[in-house]
Structure formats: C-alpha cells, structure tokens
C-alpha cells in the first residue's frame, strides 16, 4: 500500500494495537488512546523505519524489520489497525512479529533516528569516505558491518549479499581490511543493487510484504546455493555471516584478495 495519499490529512478515528509485543514496554491501550484524534501531516522514510509526522508535532516511529509492512487487503497476521477520518481501514502486518511502534513526543523522533541509523545509502552522504570511516579498524565480517544500520541505513540481509557480489567482495573478509579501492567498489555496488531493488518493486518472497515485486527473478547470489554464478558459472556457496545465512561465489569473492 502506498501511504501517503491514505494518509495524508486524514484523522485517526480508531486504533487497535492487536500484538501487546508491537508497542512495549508501552500498554496497547495507552497507544491507542494518543494516537486517536492525531491527522497525519506527512509520511517520511528513514532506513526501515516509517515514520508517520502528525500536525500536533508527534510521530509515530514503524520499524517494519524484516517482514513488517502495510500490505494491500491484509487479513492474516494482522498486528494493528488504523481506521481513519473517511472510513478507510489501514492495517499493519508482520508475520514473524518482529517490528515496533513508537509514539514521540516533538524533536524525539529526530534524536531517536540519528543514533540509530547512517545516511541514506543512495543520498549525498552516503560517501566513500564516510563508508571507509565506519569500516576502519573492524574485525568483524564487512558482511556483518554493513549490515549496521548505523554504516547503511536500511540494508537488509537480501541486499547486503548482493552488494557484496557485485563488489566481488569476500562476506567473511575482516571489514576494516578492505583498501580504499575495494571500500570505492563497495559503495558502488550497495547502491547499485538497491536502485535494482527499487526498480523492481522489491523481492516477492511469498511473505505479502513486497507483493508483486520481480527483483527475486534477478537475484544473483541470495538464496541460490548451489546454482550457477551468473558471471563465472562456478556454484553458489552459502556460509553464515553476523549470524545471518549468507550466499555468495567463492570464485568471485575470494577469501584473500587476489594478486593484480
């Protein structure tokens, strides 16, 4: 569902909180009761996080995490819902019920986000040298810092191994050992793998979250294991990165960076 023109101007009439685990350490009850009566004056995006601006000055904060969303016609899973000013019925869904909502009060919200998240991968700030600062000195896997939402807002696992793909970058590799030239690629490939997200409506995973998007036709790497590298032909491999199931090619993503 695209919220903005749902949105937009509309009053909260109703709103039922239908997963206690939505809003804690917050009482469903006492959510509910702020937000009615609130009308929505803008529908921001910052990262995965949704953040609905009211004229009162609040914000309501969406984290969707992996599987949170707004779908067209939800009926299962059904977590809360809104029902506005002109009888439309907005509902939240999310299966494995791991997103949030926070209510703030003025100027919170602003503070919430930016200790929470870096700069929009496909904004201005989004630099090689700010990348290069966030990786330096890490040991960890460049998988796994990446997928910091303080390093690249709103980079998920599915993106992450695409990104790395296109970057022929190892996922296992120690993050604050990449060189500046490999630091540049990987840049490049984040945003590059995003704006295909984006061109392709996102990946339908059968979920309802991102119904109707094409990009799982075009993965190259994630969910593959086993099946041709689209560039070299050699098989998919899977590994675990940051706790996270990871797929990529060993040919084109060594461990060690090769010789030139």
């Given at each position: ?128 040298a700010f990348l290069a600062s966030r990786l330096a000195g890490r040991a960890a896997p460049v998988k796994a810092a990446i997928l910091d939402q303080r390093t690249v807002a ?107």
């Amino acid at each position: 569902m695209r919220l903005e023109p749902v949105l937009i101007g509309r009053r909260l009439d109703r709103v039922e909180i239908l997963d206690s685990r939505l809003v804690r350490p917050d009482e469903p009850a006492h959510v509910e009761a702020e937000l009615v009566g609130e009308r929505v004056a803008a529908v921001d995006r910052r990262g995965k996080y949704l953040v609905v601006r009211f004229e009162s000055g609040r914000a309501l904060l969406v984290h969707l995490r992996m599987t949170g969303g707004f779908p067209d016609g939800a009926g299962t899973h059904e977590r809360a819902v809104l029902e506005l000013d002109n009888g439309a019925r907005v509902a939240y869904r999310d299966v494995r019920r791991f997103g949030t909502w926070a209510l703030l009060d003025p100027d919170e919200a602003e503070a919430h986000l930016t200790v929470r998240l870096g700069p929009e991968p496909l904004g201005p700030r989004f630099t090689t040298a700010f990348l290069a600062s966030r990786l330096a000195g890490r040991a960890a896997p460049v998988k796994a810092a990446i997928l910091d939402q303080r390093t690249v807002a709103g980079l998920g696992n599915i993106y992450a191994d695409e990104s790395l793909w296109r970057a022929r970058l190892n996922p296992l590799r120690p993050a604050g050992g990449l060189d500046a030239e490999e630091v540049a690629g990987l840049r490049r490939g984040i945003r590059a793998a995003l704006r295909r997200g984006l061109a392709r409506h996102g990946a339908d995973l059968g979920d309802g979250v991102y119904g109707g998007g094409r990009m799982q036709d075009e993965f190259h790497v994630y969910g593959r294991g086993g099946e041709p590298c689209d560039r070299c032909g050699t098989p998919i491999a899977k590994t675990r990165a940051g706790g996270r199931g990871t797929w990529f090619c060993p040919r084109c993503q060594p461990e060690v960076r090769p010789r030139p």
